[in-house]
């Protein structure tokens, strides 16, 4: 791939975009390139956004942050928890995973990956927190859609889209996010010794209580000489924090007993979500999406040569690293009710098995003409997916 061209404002994306159009060439989007390693690598021109970096307008007041696609998702982070806010959907940078040193992810890459954290499952995903943005279209078009207000009903919600699209439909080129206030205590309540289906039961117990629990995982015991780890984060005031955790150490003593990280063990044990650190990188990376309930059947049916998983989302996403056939991982996860998307893996595999589970005829269908409708010319069209 020849080297990335910074462009450094929405008009000369335009007109990049146009010029590849009418010469029937293709254009790969990229920020920090913290996420190449998902997908086929393609030859095509390259387009970074990184030129295009900086905050737009933000009011703590209203939580609302406008930004350029290319600021650095650390620079936009640490901006909202100065001011007592965060990024609720708890994005993750996603170099480490890929061998790459932290603070490449930028804010625009993050959200067009749809990339979530493990508070999705209390505080929902990337698109969820995605109120508007602006785009240049496969056509060399700008165009804005959504609003710079929490309230909006008006129009399709194509913020919803472009979250998880990967550059497949246009390039961001600002976006408008929701923040919401930053926790005034947070406290991780563990429990030591389960198996994955008794971890997966203690989670979804609760999950469903008045805990109001912000997060839930599990390390499984061969990741931790023989002692699973149950996580299970509360958070808020401070009163309303020791009160849902004592209800939790009385709802689970049955199972275990549950006792409080401290503050540096539980960043650390949570840091393992974000990089995949317990993880063998020698071997493929599977991201399968399932109903909790369904996890540990899942891992039991393609765990046998050796692979190594983690639980996240109460058990509603399972990271997998094994050397099980392509077929078998997404059979199993058809089988348990979901898709397993290829995260990681060596080039020659990337080369022969789709990154995204297939889909159905008829939703394949419906996703190309969506694609057509904002890229009629294929622009975007690289083959990476």
């Known amino acids: 791939m020849t080297s990335q061209i910074a462009l450094t404002r929405e008009v000369e994306f335009a007109e990049f975009i146009a010029d590849a159009a009418g010469q029937h060439e293709k254009v790969c989007i990229s920020g920090g390139g913290s996420k190449c390693g998902v997908g086929a690598d393609v030859s095509a021109r390259p387009l970074s956004t990184l030129g295009l970096a900086g905050v737009v307008d933000y009011d703590p007041a209203e939580l609302i942050l406008t930004v350029l696609p290319g600021t650095p998702l650390a620079e936009v982070q640490a901006l909202v928890a100065e001011a007592g806010q965060m990024l609720a959907f708890d994005p993750f940078d996603c170099g480490p995973i890929f061998g790459r040193a932290a603070g490449s992810s930028t804010i625009g890459g993050t959200v ?125 005031f401070g009163p309303s924090v020791s009160a849902r955790c004592a209800l939790l150490e009385r709802l689970l003593g049955e199972v275990g007993r549950p006792f409080a990280l401290t503050a540096r063990d539980a960043e650390a044990v949570w840091a393992q979500y974000r990089t995949l650190a317990p993880l063998a990188a020698e071997m493929p990376l599977w991201r399968i999406s399932v109903p909790p309930s369904r996890a540990g059947g899942l891992v039991a049916s393609i765990s046998c040569n050796g692979a190594d998983w983690i639980y996240d989302w109460a058990g509603g996403q399972v990271w997998i690293a094994c050397d099980d056939p392509p077929q078998h991982v997404r059979q199993a996860a058809i089988r348990a009710g979901g898709h397993a998307t290829l995260f990681r ?13 297939p889909q ?22 690289t083959g990476r997916f």
Not at 345 to 357: I, K, N, Y
Not at 361 to 381: K, M, S, Y
């Open 112 to 236: 067009a990956a749809g990339i979530s954290g493990s508070q999705r499952v209390s505080c929902g995903a990337a698109r969820d927190h995605f109120l508007g943005f602006r785009a240049v279209s496969g056509r060399g078009e700008v165009f804005a859609a959504g609003a710079k207000v929490v309230k909006n009903v008006t129009g399709y919600d194509l913020p919803k889209l472009a979250a998880g699209s990967w550059g497949r439909l246009f390039v961001l080129t600002e976006l408008t996010l929701k923040t919401l206030p930053r926790p005034r205590e947070a406290v991780t309540m563990a429990i030591e010794g389960l198996g994955d289906a008794a971890a997966i039961r203690a989670m979804a117990k609760a999950m469903g209580s008045k805990a109001d629990v912000a997060a839930a995982a599990h390390i499984p015991g061969r990741l931790r000489e023989g002692k699973g780890l149950t996580l299970l984060r509360i958070q808020g």
């Open 345 to 357: 893996a060596a080039a020659s595999l990337r080369s022969e098995v789709p990154a995204f589970h």
């Open 360 to 381: 159905p005829a008829p939703l394949a269908a419906l996703e190309e003409r969506v694609r057509r409708a904002f890229d009629p010319a294929g622009v975007f069209e």
